[in-house]
């Protein structure tokens, strides 16, 4: 059971570049969510799915762009990278709103310049 | 505006000794908390929670207890040992489909 798998692990980019970052879950959860995380802050949400074809905003939405055509996959889009979105980001999943823990991915690292 | 604050950055404690991580919240709507752990290069995982009905939960070496009036979380890790050693997070939830996750505490557990 591979959970929450989340690819590229790292990424450099130039500014104005864009690319997707890529999430995966295979424990069929509803509820997607796309977090970053600056050093010596908490996690930060950007964008969150409550099932394949419905996204909404989070705290932390600017930048980025998201859909949700499947259950399994949450791909999240940076458009025209600036060094403002430099963090690690995490995709996590959940199998109903309210009580219930994230299961995380480990993160891609992305740095613009 | 930081509504869930965890305020030691960092915390060393001697391997068979007890270790307590605080976090503090702003908000009285927030009525489930959870502790994570996360290694370096990996995601964080799901260590306890609580419910705001309660006061304490117990998983082996874990126990949360949760302080209501005083809005004040804290995570008892007895007894400590190295593997221990990671960050962690504090997040709580208010009674919809937002966490709010504080800064993390870096735990050194020394043999």
């Known amino acids: 059971n591979a959970g929450v798998t989340q690819t590229p692990k790292f990424r450099i980019l130039k500014i104005g570049q864009s690319m997707t970052l890529q999430c995966t879950q295979d424990m069929n959860h509803n509820y997607m969510y796309w977090y970053r995380q600056d050093p010596g802050m908490g996690l930060k949400l950007i964008y969150y799915s409550v099932g394949a074809g419905i996204t909404d905003k989070g705290e932390v939405p600017n930048g980025y762009n998201v859909s949700r055509s499947t259950t399994e996959d949450f791909p999240l889009r940076l458009e025209l990278a600036a060094p403002s979105q430099t963090s690690v980001y995490f995709c996590a999943s959940s199998p109903r709103q309210g009580n219930s823990p994230l299961h995380f991915g480990n993160g891609t690292r992305l740095t613009v310049t | 505006d930081q509504q869930v604050k965890q305020n030691s950055p960092s915390l060393s404690v001697q391997e068979g000794r007890i270790s307590i991580l605080n976090c503090d919240y702003t908000?009285?709507?927030?009525?489930?908390f959870l502790w994570y752990k996360k290694y370096p290069a990996e995601g964080p995982t799901f260590l306890i929670s609580i419910s705001s009905i309660k006061d304490k939960n117990e998983d082996g070496r874990f126990t949360v207890f949760l302080n209501k009036s005083a809005k004040h979380l804290s995570l008892h890790i007895v007894p400590s040992q190295p593997g221990d050693s990671a960050v962690y997070f504090c997040?709580?939830?208010?009674?919809?489909?937002?966490?709010?996750f504080g800064t993390g505490t870096s735990l050194t557990v020394i043999p």
């Open positions: 997040a709580a939830l208010p009674a919809g489909n937002q966490f709010y």
């Open positions: 908000n009285s709507m927030f009525d489930y």
